[in-house]
C-alpha cells in the first residue's frame, strides 16, 4: 500500500486554492472536476508525496455535506492497493465496517470507504485501486 493522498473538505475549491497558495508552492494543480458517485468536485494538489485532494459539495445529499456545513478539514487518508475487493476483505475480516463498496472515482478508478473502527480516530479510510 502506498499513501496516495489526504483528502480535505472544502466549502469552495477555488478559494481554498488561493488561501493555501498565500504558504505553499504547489507543484501542480490539476483542473476541478466530478465525482459523480460521490456528489463531490475534488482537485489534486501537489506538493510533494502525497497529494493533497480539496474536495468539495456538488449536492445538498452529497456524503460530505454534512461535515461541510461543519467547517470541513481533514476527511480522509487513501492508500493505492493492487486488488481493492481482497483489501477490503482483509479489513472486513480485521473488524473495520466497509461503508461504501467499490464504486468509479477519479480517472474511473475504482474507490471504496472503510471505517477502522478503533478508538484511535484515524478519520476515513479510502482505498483506490492501483492503475493498471
Known amino acids: 500500500m502506498k499513501l496516495h493522498h489526504i483528502g480535505v473538505v472544502v ?20 483542473t476541478t472536476f466530478p465525482v459523480e458517485s460521490q456528489k463531490v ?20 445529499n452529497s456524503p460530505i455535506s454534512e461535515f461541510a456545513k461543519r467547517g470541513g478539514g481533514v476527511h480522509h487518508l487513501c492508500f493505492e492497493v493492487d486488488d481493492i475487493y481482497k483489501k477490503l476483505e482483509t ?6 465496517t466497509v461503508l461504501v463498496k467499490p464504486v ?24 483506490l485501486e492501483r492503475e493498471s
Open 11 to 30: 466549502d469552495n475549491i477555488q478559494r481554498s486554492i488561493g488561501e493555501l497558495g498565500s504558504f505553499f508552492k504547489f507543484e501542480t494543480i490539476s
Open 41 to 60: 468536485n475534488v482537485c489534486f494538489l501537489k506538493i510533494g508525496e502525497p497529494f493533497l485532494e480539496l474536495i468539495e459539495s456538488a449536492a445538498e
Open 91 to 96: 479489513m472486513a475480516e480485521k473488524g473495520a
Open 104 to 127: 468509479k472515482g477519479f480517472d474511473e478508478r475504482l474507490i471504496a470507504f472503510v471505517d477502522l473502527n478503533i478508538k484511535t480516530k484515524c478519520g476515513l479510510i479510502e482505498f
